[in-house]
């Protein structure tokens, strides 16, 4: 991971949600568990199939699944936003 940023991801109300490695260019899709690095809605460590919510708006973050090389968030398009730290 040699080229890569730290990324803040909101939810769509505003809420932040973790901090994310992106590794790459392109849109924000998926989310590998073990590149977060700082988890403020309770994420990490959620059982496969699991869907998390925004704790301010309620709204489905997007479902756990193993994605290639581990667990994984794979993302609702419409709830999630990303800020560059």
Same mark, same amino acid.
């Given at each position: 991971?040699? &080229? /890569?940023? +730290? ?16 590794? $790459?260019? /392109? ?9 977060? !690095?700082?988890?403020?809605?309770? +994420?990490?460590?959620? #059982?496969? $199939?699991?869907? #998390?919510?925004? #704790? !301010? ?6 479902? @756990?699944?193993?994605?290639? =090389?581990? #667990? ?6 419409? &709830? @999630?936003?990303? &800020? =560059?730290?």
């Amino acid at each position: 991971m040699a &080229t /890569g940023r +730290v990324i803040k991801v909101h939810c769509r109300c505003g809420q932040l949600l973790f901090k994310y490695y992106k590794a $790459g260019r /392109g849109r924000l899709i998926k989310c590998y568990l073990d590149r977060i !690095s700082k988890d403020f809605v309770g +994420v990490q460590g959620l #059982p496969n $199939g699991a869907r #998390p919510l925004c #704790p !301010s708006c309620g709204k489905d973050i997007g479902v @756990v699944e193993f994605i290639r =090389r581990g #667990p994984a968030i794979k993302l609702n398009q419409g &709830t @999630v936003r990303e &800020t =560059r730290t």
